[in-house]
Structures are given as structure tokens and as C-alpha cells.
């Protein structure tokens, strides 16, 4: 494994920070402050980690100016340390040795058009027309189908597979098992048999996107599924067809989203959620875990649903009077009328 | 790209439909009322999509009788514009133009028969004694178990997983990412340690099958897991060992069915539902979004679970008051005792 | 297909169990009691299905102590009749026979080292510096990152990709589709903008694992995401980076785990829920299907969390006195104040 080193006057230099101590210090990895090492860079972000400042063997640390009276080492001073550490972090990953151009094994069609300093691995399949654009990286055995484009910069892991009509912008990272432009699943119903609907639309992915694993975007029916630019998608999300997503969403883990939905730009949408189809969800909303949202969402805010999480027995007891609830409040009401009566007489 | 073209008297043939209008009018590709231009067929299944009548630039319009008024330019009668869509629709499909026959990097064991018209893709591996039937086509990098059989016309799209002895009938469509005949998560507990169960039936599926792309069915423990005719499965489903799923049941993304629980015909079960072990569910259910099912449903109707969204500050005093429902429902019924006591007194 | 007979005195030898009738008996398949032909071994061990006992054209069953009374036939007594099945179950597996050893597609990596005894199929593709130690068995299409690990006699599934820097210990197995060590869900928010914050852990999986098909184990950030030994893990489970998993801990399908969560030894998590970050579960404990998990678990006990469910009508009147909650308990707090009053007067 290569390794990457860096003195602290460069990362100072890099992020625009404020160097406090030896600008001559290399360092070599990242850490956490409970497990760095005397070479590595750790951060803090959080005031509930100030605890471990006084014990922390990193050799640097990046922090908010707020911090610095906390640590006597090294320290790289900045308003967001937070966002300085994803900075930094990409200067840690080390770069694959792994064979450069197009493996020998590769398949490709006679009309599609690589790049030059695009890298094809062993066991791809590129189909007819399709364009892969300048630096793309594809991965061992991902599946290109016809008519697609991957814009330039962007990167697909192993066995990823892409149908046809599937167009990927620029710098966007698609992670293994994820599959895009899969049939919707739209159906007519014919006295009980199911008629297929074919899905005649693609799917449409602005720069900047960011794919999960085993993630699914089905292609639209008759128009595009459309995913702007700089979204997020966890691993093992569900984009139904003809949905919208705006820009720079976040979507976590295992989520699901129906039928086009159009989710509004800037949302953060947590994990395991359930969004039924043909909603409108306001840009800038927050959804948190594993809510259902059956209804459009017009105002910005926090939503949720679910009961929260109790000890089994307790727990028990209380979905037994859920089951109750509308009885409950029409004998409470009951009870009201009668204080009434009582009180009156 | 290809493109198909067809006269209204062609479709109006294909459908059985009352032609109004230009019958030489010439069709070439399928749009929605709002997006539709002068050479696109369209189609109204819903009144709320009236108001677009007016202005759609629609060539031609699929409908029923008692929309006609509502429209002067060409149009295709019929009862149920819907399914006329759906089947209209395939009619689009462009055909691909990829490699027929049988790729030269495919790996086919000596004892698998490979009928004549079948083709199969770059880098897919297929087992012994496979045995795969007219006009099968298989997609690039698929792998295919020892034992396997699959019937004529039936479509495996790129990286589908089929392990041994799973039998995949006539006109299905196995998207990318599927898994079929993994082990089902059988064990038994031996003081802490868990000793696998060896799954040893296989997966049956019928005719006319639908599985969407990342769904995962297991093999069964002893005897098959089996999935019936004219089922249709979105993505990213979780079946199983040994359940079965009666004919034309509909089940959308991200549902988990648990092991050994039959699934009757005709069901409609929505997204992202939990259905846990051992259960019947009685044919003709509809479960609605995100339900969570631990008891047979004997009795066809509509089943629902959860608590529906609300902001999030409101649903966070409701959920307080969730977890003090049973106290709450005592003092309700020792209000009305007091009441008794009162009036009685 | 070949086949696998044994001796009735055979599986007692292995099992240790108590042989009643014939030692000769040969036994080629395992059933159940109503499935069960007579060369069949079944088993009983529920009392539930005492009724199958009278009628069962079985073989031979595997029963405990207490129903030998309640079978005339051949018989194998064992304490726990459910894990000899388990033992049992594991001589029918049919041994594959397919192609061992290397398969001529395979590309391997000039630094990797792959034991003699290791068996690797067509299609597969393996970085650098990866060791593949002695009766390791690798499928069909599978894709191995540089400086991976994988231990002896565990088995990778076709089509599973492993990233970069995961190690998996001894008899372990990974089903097809699942994927380990793809970039966890990493990002600074910068004005708006996604900051990806670069995965620099791998993920270390322990001796005797299984991954189920679809499953996702993402890298950790800093540290490494650990999966410890005796884990089984179903289909379609997501791991978010830096999770902790303790030993022999069983989680069912579609279950999400978001990140830095620590799940402790011998836990059962059923399918479907969803734990949140940062969080601690305590060793032992029991969390029932569907949950949501949002805050750490101190006491091993049965957890659970939802409504359960309801015919649709009926659940939809009860979800809107869910929303009246707050104001009905509110309202139930009034009216005893008043008939404190009221009897107080």
C-alpha cells in the first residue's frame, strides 16, 4: 500500500487555516482523537469530544479557534473543522495501482466512443452508442446498456449495471449492485391479469450525484426519472419511476420513494422511510427515520411518524388501547357531557 | 435509435378501438396530454386530467366514450383507455439491436441445453445440466446454477444471480441485481452458537413472473419456495424461504415476506411492508404502505398499520402520550366510575 | 444430481443420538412429517405437530424423549431433536461439480497469493496484494479488491464484489449481490453543498459469518467496520459505516443499522427494522420486527416499537385520535380536576 504525506504548512495552505505550532510536522493519516497515533491528524467537532483534548496522542489537530485553549499541540485553526476533516480526508485516499486503460477482457460495442484517459476494468460490457466520457473509472463486470452516457470524471464501482438510455453527469460516484433504468413498476389490471406498461422514459442524473449500494432508479414510463445535481443516495434506496429529485437532497439508507414523487431540492430525508407516489414534498424539508409520508408536504419542516420504541410488554399494552383510541375519546366526551350535566343541575 | 411508427387504423385495429378522426394520422411515439407533441399519442384514464384537454398538442388521444366531447382532434375510443395504453405501449418498445445468438465469451457447461433460438450475453456462466428453452435471452454477466431451467421467452437482464435448481417459467423477467435460490436464514440455536440449517428445496416460479431488479427470493429448507403465475414483483423484495405467492398478486418495492407465510391470489400489498413468518394471508387482501402484518388475515380487505406523519413537534406530544396510553385509558374508566358514584349518590 | 444415503445407525454414530427400530434403515432425504415418503428422515420439534405423527408415511424421525410414545416407526431420540436436524441437514447437501480449481477467465493480480486448494470460477476478477487462503471457493463473476483477505474455506457467491481492504475470516459465506466496503454516507454540508468525506477504514468480518444476498456492509470513516465471529446477517440488511456487530448476533432481513452504532454479542434483531446512529445495544437483547430503534437499549429485555395492525377503516379512525392524543390526554386531566371539585363541593 503507497502511503501520502503532508506537512502541516501544506494542509494550513490547502484550507486556508490558521497554523498553530510546527509547519514542518508531517503527517501521514487521520484519526479519531480517541485512537490517533503521534503522526496522525485528528479533529474535533463536537463539544462533547473537548474530553479527550487533554489525553489525545495526535500530533495535529484541526479545530475551531473556540478550541484552541483546550490543546498545547499542534492545531490547524478554522470556523468549520468539521468540513476541513472531508476536506483533508480526500487527500488520504490512496490511489488504486490497479490496471489503468482497457482491460483486455472488455466488450465493446462498435458505435459507443470512449474517451482516451477513460479506464475500463475486466469483464465490462459497454453497448451500442454509448459515450463514456473523459477520466471515467468503470469497475470489473458493470453492465453498460445502449444509448447511455457517463459524463466525465465520474466513477462506476464493480458490478454496477446501467440500462440503456441511463445518462450519468459529471463526477458522480455509482457504488456495486446499484441498478439504474430497471423497468418502473407500472401495470394495467385486465379482469386480474397484469398488462405490462412498457418503460419508455430513461433516467437522468445531473454532476455531482452520488449512488449507494444496491440503490435502484428505475427508468420513467414516458418521461425521464430525473436526479439534479449534487444529491446524495445512501445504499439500498428505492427511486420508483418518473420521480424528481432536486438539487443537493439527501436521501439515508433503505429509504423508498413511489411513483413520481417530486422530492423538493435541499431536503434531508433519513433512513428507512416510505414515501407513497404522486406527492409534492416543499424544498428544504426533514424527514426523520423511518417515517411514512403519505401526504405532499407544503411547508418546509421536520415530519415524522411511528410510535417510538418501548419495552415489549409496555409497549403491548399501549397497542392494545391504540386499538381503542376512537372508543377512548368518544367515553371522553361522554364524561365531559355528563361533568357538564352534573355541574348545570 | 430505431423508431416505430404506426397509423391510428393500425392501432385502432390492434385495440378494437372507435377511430375518430384521420386514420392515415401516423403515431410515433407515446407522451403524456401535458408533454405531448403533434405526432404523439396520448392517452385520459382519470377525469381530474380533463382540464388538460383543451390544450394538450396531443396528435391523438386514447379515451373513453364520455370523454369525447371534451376533445376535437383524433382519437381511439374505448373502454378502458388505461389498459389500452398498456398495451399500446409495448408497441414502442424499441427492438435492441445488440448481438444475437450466443457471445463468445459465454461459459456454458458441457451438460446444459441451450435451445436454438435463445441468446445469451458477454460473460454470463451457466451451470450443469441447465437447461434453458426458446427465445430465452440473457443478459451480459448473469450466472446461472447448476440445475437451473428457463422457459421459453423468458428474459434475465444483466448480473441476475440464479442459484442451482431454481425453475423460472415461461415470459418472465428477472431484472438486474435479482437473487433467486439463495439460502434461506435457517438455523438452529445450539447454547449461543448458531449451526446452520442446509436449505435443500429450490425456488419455483411460474409463468409470466415479474421480479424487480435487487429483489431477493430464497431457496427453501425442505421443500420449494414457490412464486404463481402472473406475479408481479417490484424491487428490492425480500421472499422468504418456503413462502408461496398465490396467482397475480401484486407486491411493490421493499416488502419483506417472512419464512413459510402463504401469500393467497389477487393480493395488492403496497411498499415497504413487513410480513412475518408462518402467516396465511387470505387472497384478495390489500395492505396498505409500510404496514407491518404479524397476524393470517383471514378475511380479504384493506389492512393498514403505523401512525400517518405529522410535524414534528406535535407528533413527538402525541408520541409521549402513546407510551402512556394504557395509564390513560385507566383513568378514563376510573372517571366514569366517579361519575356513577356521583349521579348514583 | 447425485444423491446421499445413509444408515439410520450411521446418523445415530453422528449424532449421538438414541437409535429405536432398524440400524439398516437407509435414509435418503430429508421431509417433513406431512411431505415425508418412506425413505424419508423427518423430525418433530414443536408439540404442534404431534397431530402429523399418527399419519406420516415418514422413514425415520428425529424426535426427543417425550414423543416416543407417539410413533410406532423408526426413530432417532435426541434431546433437541431441531439442532440434530440442523447437523442432519448438512450431510444432504449435494456437492457441486463444477469446475474446481482455477477457472481459465479468472484474472488475478501479479502480487495476490491464492492457496493451491482454492477454487475460483469464471469471470472473477482479483486486485492486488488480495490472499485467498486454502479451500476458499469463489463464484461465478465475483469481484475482490486490492488488499483484501479472505479466509480459509469461505465461500463468496457469484456476483458479490468486495472493495478494497476487506478482510473476511474462516468458514465464512456471502451470498450473491451482497457487497462490503463501499463508501459509507459520509458528507460535510457546505452552504448547501455536499462535501464527501473520504471512507478511509475497510470493513473486518470474523470466523463462521454469513451475509445474506443483497446485504450491504459499508467501510468504516476512520476505523474499520467490524461484523464479529458467529454473526449471521440475512438478505438486504444495510451496515452503515464504523457499526459494531458482537458475536453470534442474528439479524433478520431488510433490517437497517445507520452509523457508528454498536450492536452487543448474542442479540436477535428481527427483519425490516431501523436502529439509528451513535447508538448502544446492549448484549442480549431482543428487538421485534419493524422496530425503530432511536435511542440506546442499557437493559438486554424484548423490544418493539409500531401499532400494529388494523382492518383499514377502522385503523384510519384510531390513527386521528393518534393525532388528538396530547389534547384528549389534556382533556381527561380536566375532567378529573373537576370531579375533585365536584365531590370536594
Known amino acids: 500500500m503507497s502511503s501520502n504525506e503532508y506537512t502541516l504548512q501544506q494542509l494550513a495552505d490547502f484550507l486556508s487555516a490558521e497554523l498553530h505550532g510546527d509547519g514542518d510536522f508531517k503527517v501521514s493519516a487521520l484519526s479519531t482523537l480517541e485512537k490517533a497515533g503521534s503522526s496522525d491528524l485528528?479533529?474535533?467537532?463536537?463539544?462533547?469530544?473537548?474530553?479527550?483534548?487533554?489525553?489525545?496522542?495526535?500530533?495535529?489537530?484541526?479545530?475551531?479557534?473556540?478550541?484552541?485553549?483546550?490543546?498545547?499541540?499542534?492545531?490547524?485553526?478554522?470556523?468549520?473543522?468539521y468540513l476541513a476533516y472531508a476536506r483533508v480526508s480526500q487527500l488520504f485516499v490512496l490511489s488504486s495501482e490497479s490496471a489503468k486503460g482497457i482491460a483486455a477482457s472488455v466488450i465493446i460495442a462498435e458505435s459507443a466512443k470512449i474517451a482516451e484517459t477513460a479506464s475500463i476494468a475486466q469483464g465490462v460490457v459497454i453497448g451500442e452508442r454509448v459515450v463514456v466520457d473523459e477520466g471515467v473509472i468503470i469497475g470489473p463486470n458493470t453492465v453498460v446498456g445502449d444509448d447511455c452516457f457517463i459524463g466525465a470524471e465520474s466513477v462506476l464501482k464493480p458490478n454496477v449495471t446501467l440500462y440503456p438510455d441511463v445518462h450519468v453527469g459529471r463526477y458522480c460516484l455509482i457504488h456495486s449492485g446499484a441498478v439504474l433504468g430497471a423497468d418502473g413498476f407500472g401495470f394495467a389490471n385486465d379482469e386480474g391479469d397484469w398488462v405490462k406498461i412498457a418503460q419508455l422514459g430513461g433516467v437522468r442524473l445531473g454532476n455531482n450525484v452520488e449512488v449507494g449500494a444496491g440503490t435502484t432508479i428505475d427508468r420513467g414510463a414516458l418521461e425521464h426519472t430525473v436526479i439534479s445535481d449534487g444529491v446524495i443516495l445512501d445504499n439500498q434506496i428505492?427511486?420508483?419511476?418518473?420521480?424528481?429529485?432536486g438539487e443537493k437532497t439527501a436521501i439515508a439508507g433503505c429509504t423508498a420513494v413511489a411513483?413520481?414523487?417530486?422530492?423538493?431540492?435541499?431536503?434531508?430525508?433519513?433512513?428507512?422511510?416510505?414515501?407513497?407516489?404522486?406527492?409534492?414534498?416543499?424544498?428544504?424539508?426533514?424527514?426523520?427515520?423511518?417515517?411514512?409520508?403519505?401526504?405532499?408536504?407544503?411547508?418546509?419542516?421536520?415530519?415524522?411518524?411511528?410510535?417510538?420504541?418501548?419495552?415489549?410488554?409496555?409497549?403491548?399494552?399501549?397497542?392494545?388501547?391504540?386499538?381503542?383510541?376512537d372508543e377512548l375519546a368518544r367515553r371522553i366526551k361522554s364524561v365531559e357531557d355528563k361533568i357538564t350535566e352534573i355541574k348545570g343541575s
Open 238 to 245: 428505492q427511486i420508483a419511476h418518473n420521480v424528481t429529485i
Open 259 to 325: 411513483g413520481s414523487t417530486k422530492i423538493g431540492a435541499g431536503c434531508t430525508i433519513a433512513g428507512a422511510c416510505g414515501i407513497t407516489g404522486h406527492l409534492n414534498i416543499a424544498a428544504g424539508s426533514h424527514i426523520t427515520a423511518m417515517s411514512l409520508v403519505t401526504k405532499s408536504i407544503i411547508e418546509p419542516g421536520v415530519y415524522s411518524s411511528g410510535t417510538g420504541m418501548l419495552p415489549h410488554k409496555q409497549w403491548k399494552k399501549n397497542v392494545v388501547r391504540f386499538r381503542q383510541l
Open 42 to 81: 485528528s479533529f474535533i467537532a463536537n463539544s462533547k469530544y473537548q474530553k479527550y483534548l487533554s489525553d489525545t496522542q495526535a500530533g495535529a489537530i484541526l479545530m475551531a479557534p473556540s478550541d484552541v485553549g483546550l490543546f498545547k499541540g499542534n492545531a490547524l485553526v478554522i470556523d468549520n473543522p
